[in-house]
């Protein structure tokens, strides 16, 4: 549930008509509703009232933006960092390091040592060859880092494959079955404090039967490593709970589904969980703003030209994902178009033939579901500036990220010097 509903006929974010908002700041925008982040946050936490004192790390790759993160801080999330810049933003944003997961194929020695210095609660390690780099790091500064490893437990999640991320031949984590020489090894480096064991096997799940028979593998090698002598006290079921996109496919489980899934497969395993949602709290909780820049005539269907484009909103044009596009002054009119941006690529296309409510040059319209890989995967293809991300709360608003101004993309580059003498 979200707080964007039709009052008096137009859309609003909360209290805040969508029009208000795009008359001050113009198009395109990001646009997120506080209440509908906060519900999300409870909804989640209600899932898991059954679990001994759960962890949860918000993914911050989901919505770093620093309201979002000082929102969810204040709710009392932790955080899933995957860089130096993630960690720094979680904690500018308030969230406490004892709270913070690092995970991650490809850190850094040096990101390493600012999670280190920061005091972070675990680094979730994907490899033997991460595992000697962080024990050094962790070493040199005289002490010992807290780890868990990330298991591959060798399951298709069964959702879009650039998101799937179990299976035996993706990049992340170690092989289930090297798990045990890999603890081993681990206990016996000198800068690392085995804490426990971490699984993430995809996002925009919808079906629970491979979580579950990740987490049910998950617990057998806690036995196992522990049988081994390891002292295992937490474990990591990572994110990746759906959420609806499409009105037309059957909707994802919900959190508590989810929940009572967890309960029962973890029973007795004796650990803290931790989990890291990211889209299941901020999906539905943003809209992309953008106006109608002309309605051109095409051979089946009319395209309706957005000025948003690829560049701002990658989810279609990466993975065909579904955004249901709205009127934000719905006629009651319906129509069937195809709904592009102005980027000069093929698949710089939101929808195909999509069945919508009618709009004209000119109208503005929004993108559901845009609060997660939104605004965060956004780029300056073709010149374009990042848009401006707005927070509304309650009939309160305000921009909470600038527009990036042209003038800032053409004053970040530079001549080499033995140009910069000679006229153009
Ligand atoms: N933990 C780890 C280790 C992850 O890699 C991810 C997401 C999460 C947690 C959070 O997953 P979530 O709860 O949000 O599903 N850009 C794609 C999604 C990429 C997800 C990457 N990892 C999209 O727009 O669908």
Known sequence: MDHFDLKDGVLHAEDVPLAAIADAVGTPA?????????????????????????????????????????????????????????????????????????????????????????????????????????????AARGGKAPIAFRINPNVDAGTHSKISTGRADDKFGIAYDRASAAYAEAAALPGLAIRGVAVHIGSQLTDLAPSR????????????????????????????????????????????????????????????????????????????????????????????????????????????????????????????????????????TFARGREMERVAEGDLVAFMTAGAYGATMAGTYNSRGLVPEIMVSGNNWAVVRDRQPIEALLAADRLPPWMEDEPA
């Not at 909707?251 to 989810?258: H, K, L, M, T």
């Open 30 to 138: 990001y646009v997120y509703s506080t209440a509908t982040i906060e519900r999300h946050v409870r909804v989640f936490r209600d899932a898991l009232a059954a679990l001994a004192d759960p962890w949860i790390a918000f993914a911050v790759k989901a919505n770093p933006n620093a309201a979002v993160l000082a929102t969810l801080a204040r709710a009392g999330l932790g955080a899933d960092v995957v860089s130096g810049g993630e960690l720094r933003r979680a904690l500018a944003a308030g969230v406490p390091a004892a709270k913070i997961v690092f995970s991650g194929v490809g850190k850094t020695a040096e990101e390493m040592a600012l999670a280190l210095d920061a005091g972070i609660g675990q680094f979730n390690v994907e490899s033997l060859e991460e595992l000697r780099t962080l024990s050094a790091v962790a």
């Open 213 to 348: 028979a990740a987490f049910e593998r998950i617990g057998r090698l806690i036995q196992r490593l522990r049988a081994e002598g390891h002292a295992i006290a937490t474990a990591d079921l990572g994110g990746g709970l759906g959420v609806p996109y499409n009105p037309a496919v059957p909707v994802p489980p919900d959190p508590a589904s989810y929940g009572a899934m967890v309960a029962e497969v973890t029973a007795g395993w004796d650990v803290r969980l931790i989990f890291e949602p990211g889209r299941v709290i901020v999906g539905n909780a943003g809209v992309l703003i953008a106006r109608v820049v002309r309605v051109k005539e095409g051979v089946e269907y009319p395209f309706v030209v957005v000025d948003a484009g690829m560049n701002d909103l990658m989810r279609p044009s990466l993975y065909d994902a579904w955004h249901t596009v709205r009127a934000a002054a719905p006629s009651g009119a319906r129509f069937t178009a195809n709904i592009v941006g102005p980027i000069c690529e093929t698949g710089d």
